[in-house]
Antibody, heavy 123, light 107 residues
Framework: QVQLQESGPGLVKASETLSLTCTVS????????WSWIRQPPGKGLEWIGY???????NYNPSLKSRVTISADTSKNQFSLKLTSVTATDTAVYYC?????????????????WGQGTLVTVSS | DIQMTQSPSSLSASVGDRVTITCRAS??????LNWYQQKPGEAPKVLIY???TLQSGVPSRFRGSESGTDFTLTISSLQPEDFATYYC?????????FGQGTKLEIK
C-alpha cells in the first residue's frame, strides 16, 4: 500500500520560498502522477500541479509563475517550491497520487494522499 | 478553468436521513467527476470516481449519478460517521478543480 508523507518548514516568512517534500513509500514513484494540493484554513481545495517521474510537469496557471515541482527517483521523493509567498499562501499542503493506467493516462482521481502539513506565512 | 459549483454549501440532517449533494460543471466534462469525503484534520478520501463508480471499501449507501453537467452524490441513510465535508472534483482537464465543498452537519 502506497503511503505519502509531507515534510518541510511549518513557518515561512513573507516574500520567501516555501519548500516541501513528499516521500513515497510502499510503491514506486514511477507508477503515479504526483500532485500537490492545498487547502487554506477553513476553505476548499486547490490543485497546484503535478509531476511524472520523467520530469513532465503541469501547473495551475493561477500559480504557474511561482511554482516548481521536481522529483528525485533515487529517493522516491517529489518536492514543491513556491516563491514569493504571501499570507494568502497559508494553507495545509497535501501531496497526492493519481495512478498511471496507460502511457500518458491516469485513473483521474487522487488516491493516496499524504496527511497534509500546515504552512503558515508570517509577515 | 472549469468551474465546479456545489450546492448546498452546508446541510443539516439526522441519522437515517437521505441526503443529496449536487455539483454542476461550467462545461461538459463527460463522467470525469469524483467525490471526496473529508473529516476534520484528515486528508480527503475518494468515495466515488467516474461519476458513479464506488471506490473499493466505500459503503453502498453512497451513490453517484450524472445528468449532463449536473452530478449528484446521494447518501441513502446517513450514519454517524458520514458527517463530514464533501467535495466534487473534475479530472476532465487541467487545471483540475474542486467544488467549494458541502459541510454535512448533525441536526
Amino acid at each position: 500500500q502506497v503511503q505519502l508523507q509531507e515534510s518541510g518548514p511549518g513557518l515561512v516568512k513573507a516574500s520567501e520560498t516555501l519548500s516541501l517534500t513528499c516521500t513515497v513509500s510502499g510503491g514506486s514513484i514511477r507508477s503515479y502522477y504526483w500532485s500537490w494540493i492545498r487547502q487554506p484554513p477553513g476553505k476548499g481545495l486547490e490543485w497546484i500541479g503535478y509531476i511524472y517521474y520523467s520530469g513532465s510537469t503541469n501547473y495551475n496557471p493561477s500559480l504557474k509563475s511561482r511554482v516548481t515541482i521536481s522529483a528525485d527517483t533515487s529517493k522516491n521523493q517529489f518536492s514543491l517550491k513556491l516563491t514569493s509567498v504571501t499570507a494568502t499562501d497559508t494553507a495545509v499542503y497535501y501531496c497526492a497520487g493519481d495512478i498511471v493506467v496507460a502511457v500518458g493516462a491516469t485513473r483521474g482521481w487522487f488516491d493516496p494522499w499524504g496527511q497534509g502539513t500546515l504552512v503558515t506565512v508570517s509577515s | 478553468d472549469i468551474q465546479m459549483t456545489q450546492s448546498p454549501s452546508s446541510l443539516s440532517a439526522s441519522v437515517g436521513d437521505r441526503v443529496t449533494i449536487t455539483c454542476r460543471a461550467s462545461q461538459s466534462i463527460g463522467t470525469y467527476l469524483n467525490w471526496y469525503q473529508q473529516k476534520p484534520g484528515e486528508a480527503p478520501k475518494v468515495l466515488i470516481y467516474a461519476a458513479s463508480t464506488l471506490q473499493s471499501g466505500v459503503p453502498s449507501r453512497f451513490r453517484g449519478s450524472e445528468s449532463g453537467t449536473d452530478f449528484t452524490l446521494t447518501i441513502s441513510s446517513l450514519q454517524p460517521e458520514d458527517f463530514a465535508t464533501y467535495y466534487c472534483q473534475q479530472s476532465y482537464t487541467t487545471p483540475y478543480t474542486f467544488g467549494q465543498g458541502t459541510k454535512l452537519e448533525i441536526k
